[in-house]
């Protein structure tokens, strides 16, 4: 079994971590924050827009079971890449579109299903991914990890990441974890 680790940028990172998390060949997927200048941040200075970091989500996956490719096909399916600094009504530098790769593998990767993106004209503005090396990433509070899983009353979850995880589940059927 190889891991490989790859760190993600889409909007809010609960729901990158909850969609990641239920995926087959994912290990682990954990909420955080990167490529920003302040060291170990806290939720609160990151949402300022102050650290320059990132909402994050930091996923470890058995190679055998899933490409660097599919992980970056369910990451573009989960966000609007094509938005800057914001998802939906979550706007601020912490929500931007990034792929913080930890390797010239991933660099080149990223680089290839961009330009694939961008020649078939999927989304109709540009995409605004950045593509970087992953710098100054520490893992979110423990209270964000699993946090759709452990507030199921949260408003935020059950407006925004129960929808969005729906459909991932139903566009990505045959790629989730089965129960044991």
């Not at 609160?44 to 970091?53: A, D, I, M, Q, R």
């Amino acid at each position: 079994m190889k891991h490989d680790v790859i760190t993600l940028g889409g909007g809010c990172f609960w729901c990158l971590e909850t969609a990641f998390n239920t995926v087959e060949g994912v290990v682990s997927a954990y909420s955080g924050y990167s490529n920003g200048h302040a060291i170990n941040p806290s939720y609160e200075e990151v949402c300022s827009g102050t650290t320059g970091h990132n909402e994050v989500v930091q996923v470890t996956f058995d190679t055998d079971s899933i490409s660097l490719r599919q992980v970056l096909e369910i990451f573009f399916a989960l966000h609007d890449p094509t938005q800057l600094n914001r998802q939906g009504n979550d706007v601020g530098t912490q929500y931007r579109s990034g792929i913080y790769y930890h390797n010239s593998e991933q660099k080149r990767a990223a680089e290839e299903i961009l330009k694939e993106i961008e020649d078939t004209k999927i989304w109709p503005n540009p995409v605004v991914t950045e593509v970087l090396p992953v710098d100054n990433y520490s893992q979110a509070e423990d209270y964000h990890q699993d946090y759709f899983s452990n507030n199921p009353q949260n408003q935020y979850c059950n407006m925004v990441v129960a929808p969005k995880l729906a459909k991932f589940k139903k566009t990505f059927a045959s790629k989730l974890k089965t129960a044991d």
